[in-house]
Nanobody
Framework: QVQLRESGGGLVQPGGSLRLSCTAS????????MGWYRQASGKQRELVAI???????SYGDSVTGRFLIDRDSTRNTVNLYMNALKPEDTAVYYC???????????????WGQGTQVTVSS
């Protein structure tokens, strides 16, 4: 019912920057939280950044100070600005959105298919 479209992944050199975008579409009544997680090879999924409906942001410890998340509520879109990228940022990045939908079940927890970010020289 709620689908997420991700864009912006790719290859970037260490120290470079990249922007990821995620747009939610479907029968959305409200978005309670929307953001990004990542999973590197051989590691568990971890929080990158998330933005709640109240405007609060949470960042993973490893990205605090380097990444910034913002939103365009008119488009149900969040943007993740990644700066000073490091090789250890290499991972598949997954968009996640939680909220309320117009149909049963009236809550949703949707995931994008993932976009690869590779930081390498």
């Amino acid at each position: 019912q709620v689908q997420l479209r991700e864009s912006g992944g790719g290859l970037v050199q260490p120290g470079g920057s990249l922007r990821l975008s995620c747009t939610a579409s479907g029968s959305i009544i409200s978005l309670n939280a929307m953001g990004w997680y990542r999973q590197a090879s051989g590691k568990q999924r971890e929080l990158v950044a998330i933005l709640t409906s109240g405007g609060s942001t949470s960042y993973g410890d490893s990205v605090t100070g380097r990444f910034l998340i913002d939103r365009d509520s008119t488009r149900n879109t969040v943007n993740l600005y990644m700066n000073a990228l490091k090789p250890e940022d290499t991972a598949v990045y997954y968009c996640n959105a939680r909220g309320n939908a117009a149909s049963t079940p009236r809550t949703f927890d949707s995931w994008g298919q993932g976009t690869q970010v590779t930081v390498s020289s």
